[in-house]
């Protein structure tokens, strides 16, 4: 059935050959040439139609092809161009950081020495971070660490390269401080859920939200006048003899990434280092 079904097909497309080839050579008048012409014109119909039809699908095909090839690289160029908005981005911030950095660096009437941020305390809130110096840097425990925003912390630990710094917000950790304004003197103290905290003793001291806390120069570790934190609300203790103040830091520990070792000593009070006053 299917060969015969095949030889129908050809029959009819050798008919339809034999017809167009007399149309072409002229053959036939009269009668005979429209009985031609009426029987091929169908099958001319037809197979323009068809030929139309299949360009047009292969047109199409070949649009959709050049459409999605052109799509895919589109996305690819988008993506590179979007990858290099972001570290043109980074490096500006950058820039910007270590700018800030190195102006402070100048206006500090003392030496100081540069770190990058390597590694953070990975569990909870970050009490401390680790920077890429080291002995070979001569840096030595209890080096305070500040950003140009003011104080971070001190050095608490130094191995070959790199150092670990205990952050204003780990437990352990307290500087002797003072409110600007009203020179109330105070310990800033870290929190076990990563806050900070300013402790004084007179309850008339007068703290108010809003007072800046700077450290005092007392001891041998900080020199005077280091911004470190802002009074975000004062605790009412009663008849206690400490009273608290909850202080918002003036850096942010978890998105730190340069740092500023203080490696020299100075007498001189820095509020004014930091656009505070005396």
């Not at 104080?151 to 952050?167: D, F, K, S, T, W």
């Not at 007392?218 to 008849?239: H, I, M, R, T, Y």
Request: a positive charge; glycine letters at 12%.
């Amino acid at each position: 059935m299917r060969l015969r079904r095949y030889a129908l097909l050809l029959l009819v497309l050798a008919a339809c050959l034999g017809l167009l080839t007399l149309q072409s050579r002229g053959a036939g008048t009269g009668r005979v040439a429209d009985f031609v012409s009426v029987v091929i014109t169908p099958f001319q119909l037809v197979v323009a139609k068809t030929h139309r039809a299949t360009v047009a699908v292969w047109q199409t095909y070949r649009d959709w092809k050049y459409a999605r090839e052109e799509t895919i690289t589109l996305r690819g160029d988008n993506e590179r161009l979007r990858v290099q908005a972001l570290e043109v981005a980074e490096v500006r911030e950058e820039n910007r950081r270590l700018r800030r950095a190195l102006e402070l660096r100048e206006r500090l009437p003392l030496s100081t020495l540069v770190g990058e941020v390597i590694g953070r305390e990975g569990t909870g809130w970050v009490r401390s971070l680790t920077i890429n110096r080291g002995l070979g840097d001569g840096l030595g425990t209890q080096t305070p660490v500040i950003v140009p925003e003011g104080l971070v912390g001190r050095v608490v630990r130094v191995r070959p390269g790199v150092a670990i710094v205990q952050l204003l917000n780990d437990p352990t950790s307290a500087v002797g401080a003072v409110v600007q304004r009203s020179r109330t003197v105070g310990i800033v103290e870290g929190e076990p859920g990563g806050a900070i905290r300013f402790k004084f003793m007179a309850r008339d001291s007068g703290v108010q939200r809003g007072d800046v806390i700077v450290t005092s120069g007392q001891g041998s570790v900080f020199p005077k006048g280091l911004p470190v934190g802002q009074v975000a609300s004062v605790e009412d203790k009663g008849s206690a003899l400490f009273h608290y103040a909850v202080l918002t830091p003036v850096a942010d520990f978890a998105r730190l990434e340069e740092v500023l070792l203080l490696t020299g000593r100075t007498e001189r009070d820095l509020a004014s280092v930091f656009g505070l006053g005396g």
